[in-house]
């Protein structure tokens, strides 16, 4: 609104008397929230879906770790060269 002091539905608010409130810009408060909750809802299940990866890898891994049997394996020269750790599955 151009001259919020002339225009009938805000002139008598005491913030416009008070603060002789000119021009005056408004957002409509639903459709603001709407479109605000549309992006956290849409932040919400980008990371239940990364979570769900997450808890699908990490089953994964835990899945190939029961299923594998490790052995150490050492160079009879010295104990630090040549080792490591051999994986066979079940």
């Known amino acids: 609104m151009t001259d919020a002091g002339a225009e009938p539905a805000v002139q008598d608010l005491p913030a416009t008397r008070e603060r002789r409130i000119g021009a ?7 459709r603001f929230l709407s479109v ?9 299940e980008a990371a239940t879906a990364a979570d769900e990866q997450h808890q699908a890898l990490r089953e994964r891994i835990t899945r190939v770790i029961r299923e594998t049997s490790f052995e150490m394996v050492s160079s009879p020269s010295s104990p630090c060269a040549g080792g490591g750790l051999r994986a066979t599955k079940h």
Do not use: H, K, M
């Open 36 to 44: 605000l909750a549309s992006l956290v809802a849409d932040e919400v």
């Open 24 to 30: 005056y810009i408004g957002v409509p408060v639903v």
